[in-house]
């Protein structure tokens, strides 16, 4: 990742520094999440220091904001590609709001860490934190956070506009602009609870479910066209079913969260069916593209050509994400957000589980697969082929996520049959299920698991900074 990167495009310049702080937030994320899993153990570790809220706002608030990096980065990366200009229209402005952005993000966690709360005046929602679980950000912050999206909108479309017009950049403006769109709805509050959180819920899931999730499909298209050569009016058709399902049953799907705000019972089936249904066009793109390119592989095995990936560590990333978002937003999604479970389940160590596997198997997947992407064409490789860092890398975070998933699934069930069907819910019943023996083994299962998925970041970093270096000679000693 520290690689000179002269020879590439400005855009793909631009891409690289938001790599690279991405992976920073991402290193935090998991640290911070390291904290807490402690601190559950151990409810005194780092009292008055870094209490509980405090890390588990920073780990929360890293994750998004490291994707939110990574993903304006593979847009940089993927934009020359697919446009066919070189450098983007407003790429000083461009580069200008990722130092504004990285300046900002780099003061709010300042603050979140050494201030932490302020008085319950106007003063603490604009300089301080806004209070709003996983959009804690103070005001100025998320103003700043509109203006550098729109900045990088504004890069996009006029660039897109300029050059050429393929399906899967056409599918990539219009995501943007909901993108930035949704966002909005967070900005504002009302007095009446039910209607504040109907509008936070927009932000925090629709942003997620619906664009989030057409965001990733168009990634995986494009990696799958430079990977494995696949056809583009496959994914590019793919894709287009899947903006067709996606906001609808992202919309609709957002019902899974309006069961116990005061909204009427119809939304209890429309949530539970259309949430689940949302990963399937994406693994139906990378099914459908696997099989072709499966049957063209063995008729170049048959005539002696080799393998047609040109990027190892991007193709297993890839493959990650088709199945780990159905496994993670698709099935473990579905089984606690149907109403006859969720009455138990809400609010359990099942959200958590469902959450960790989704977040990884959906999005933090293929935004890795891009960093390699990224990598190889800042040594201008024709083919980078895996090592053995990188399989133990996608190996340990895989293996580590899905431990922390099944642990904290462990935890939840525990929860719903003591807390929640046993001893009615309240207050008493919490701390009594928190310190049954199945719950405190999930908890310490769940922290193993969190050091197995850390020490597979270190492995990832290690790779991202060193992966390339020798292909690169042998390439050039060869031309």
Known sequence: MLNKTAHLSPSKQLAMNYFRVAIVLFGAQLLFGLVIGLQYLFPGFLYEIVDFSVARMIHINALVVWMLYAMIG?????????????????????KLAFWVLTAAVAVVVVVFLFIQVGPGKESSIWFINE????????????????????????????TYMKGQKTGIMTVMVANLLAVAGLYLAGMFFTDNISMDQYWWWWVIHLWVEATWEVFVGTLAAYALLRVIGAKREIVEMWLWIEVLMLFGSGILGLGHHYFWIGTPEYWWEIGALFSSLEPVPLVAMFVHVLYDWGKEQGEHEAEGKGSSIKNGPTMAWVTT???GNFLGAGIWG????????NIYTHGSQFTAAHGHLAFFGAYATILIGMMYLGIQDS?????????FKSKMAIFLITFGVLGMAVALTIAGY??????????????????????????IQAQVWRE???????VGFVYLVWDLLTIGKVEAAAEAEEA
């Open 379 to 387: 040594y201008g490789l024709k083919r980078l082929k895996a090592t």
């Open 414 to 439: 525990e929860q719903v049959l003591v807390e929640r069907a046993e001893l009615g819910a309240g207050w008493q019943a919490f701390f009594t299920a928190q310190n049954l023996p199945w719950y």
């Open 131 to 158: 209070g709003r679980e996983y959009l804690e950000a103070p005001r100025w912050a998320d103003i700043g956070i509109v203006v550098v999206v729109l900045i990088f909108y504004a890069n996009v479309f006029f």
């Open 74 to 94: 593979s847009v940089y990366l993927m934009l020359p590609d697919e446009t066919g200009i070189e450098k983007p229209v407003g790429m000083g402005l461009g």
């Open 334 to 341: 579905f089984f606690h957000t149907l109403p006859q479970v």
């Open 321 to 323: 994400n088709a199945f």
């Open 448 to 454: 193993i698991m969190g050091v197995v998925t850390f």
